[in-house]
């Protein structure tokens, strides 16, 4: 699915945020990264798998550890 080369981290790699975004909606908040990964402006992610990636902003990293 990724064109590049070196090719992105895969859908199930744990920096798969730092695949290319190939297609951005900001209008409608995400984008698409050429692993096939969407990612929503929340921080919020879509797997191809249809597993879904709750939100995990770091300030609400921090809040809930305080
Ligand atoms: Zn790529």
Redesign the pocket.
């Known amino acids: 699915m ?3 080369s070196p ?2 981290p895969s859908p199930d790699a744990k920096d798969r945020e730092a ?2 975004t ?1 297609a951005a909606h900001p209008e409608q908040g995400w984008s698409l ?3 096939g990964v969407v990612l929503f402006e929340d921080t919020g992610e879509l797997l191809p798998d249809g597993v879904a990636i709750a939100p995990h902003r770091p300030t609400d990293l921090a809040s809930s550890a305080a």
Do not use: G, Q, T, V
């Open positions: 990724c064109p590049h090719s992105c695949a290319r190939i990264l050429c692993n």
